[in-house]
């Protein structure tokens, strides 16, 4: 992958072929060829949505998120989870990369990204569905 463009293009495609994504309100920036912003919604079967705010630079081919936030909502706009990437919790052995439950508590996290959040919403949704 040499430009960030690729990167949204790839992003696309995979919303696309999620069996979770019923559309997508995505808008991208971009800042130059390796830099970029994306931000929107993902609305998801079930009447959930996912917020999702990427800020991205290609570096080596591959995508580098310095900052990044999914955050899943129920129809009444209640938290379910968000994953982020924001150094504010220590304590959590995964920091930055971390999960917030719908009940408050936070918990280690690998490093997300929008088709790894796409893949874990069997488990988050299964007491809700």
Not at 98 to 119: A, F, Q, T, Y
């Amino acid at each position: 992958m040499e430009r960030v463009t690729e990167y949204f293009d790839q992003l696309l495609q995979q919303t696309k072929e999620s069996g979770w994504v019923l559309n997508e309100e995505l808008t991208f920036r971009e800042i130059d060829d390796k830099e970029g912003y994306i931000r929107g919604t993902l609305h998801i079967y079930g009447g959930f949505t996912l917020h999702v705010a990427e800020y991205i630079d290609i570096k080596e081919g591959y995508p580098k998120r310095y900052k990044y936030r999914y955050q899943l909502q129920d129809r009444a706009d209640t938290l379910l989870a968000r994953w982020d990437n924001a150094p504010h919790h220590q304590e959590i052995h995964t920091n930055p990369f971390h999960k917030h439950c719908k009940d408050g508590e936070i918990v280690p996290s690998p490093e997300m990204n929008i088709p790894r959040v796409l893949g874990e919403l069997d488990d988050v949704l299964k007491d809700v569905m």
